[in-house]
Each structure stands twice: as structure tokens, then as C-alpha cells.
């Protein structure tokens, strides 16, 4: 799936935990589009609290099921592992 930077509230809301693909385009590139969408949904860039904190709570869990989920590979079609910084 292509990265979609302007997703919406809704979309990402509407993204089950288990499916990171559906907001991160590969593994190569997941961790700058975090950060991309993390900046965007902050509370203070925001200003709507209650919703971009639900946004920003969603994204996070997503980013931290695909750096564990094991079966993340098969979503790719990759051999794939996370690596910290």
C-alpha cells in the first residue's frame, strides 16, 4: 500500500491494531512515516486533545505491532527485521 501522509483521523482510527500495513507502505520506510504521522497527530500540532491523542495512541500501538508482530514479513513479502536505533 502507498504511504498516505494526509490520512485521515477516521482512516487511521478505522486501521485494526493487526494490520500495520494499511498505513506503512514497507519496513524500509516505516519508521520515517511514524515520524511524519506522529508530527502530524501531536496534541500540541493539533489543537483537538481528545482526537489527536486517540490518532497519536493508534499510530503508536500500530508502529509497535509492526516491529513485533512476526507474520510482519509476510505482509511485504520480505525477510524483514527491525533494527533499533
Excluded: C, Q
Excluded at 44 to 70: C, M, Q, R, T, W
Amino acid at each position: 500500500m502507498k504511504f498516505n501522509s494526509n490520512a485521515s483521523a477516521e482512516f487511521i482510527l478505522d486501521t485494526p491494531l493487526d494490520h500495520p500495513e494499511r498505513i506503512f507502505s514497507s519496513p524500509s520506510t516505516m519508521r520515517d512515516e511514524y515520524k511524519i504521522l506522529a508530527k502530524k497527530w501531536h496534541p500540541d500540532v493539533v489543537g483537538d486533545l481528545g482526537s489527536a491523542e486517540a490518532v497519536l495512541a493508534h499510530i503508536n500501538v500500530l508502529f509497535k505491532n509492526a516491529k513485533d508482530k512476526p507474520a510482519y514479513n509476510e505482509f511485504y513479502g520480505a525477510s524483514f527485521k527491525f533494527s533499533k536505533p
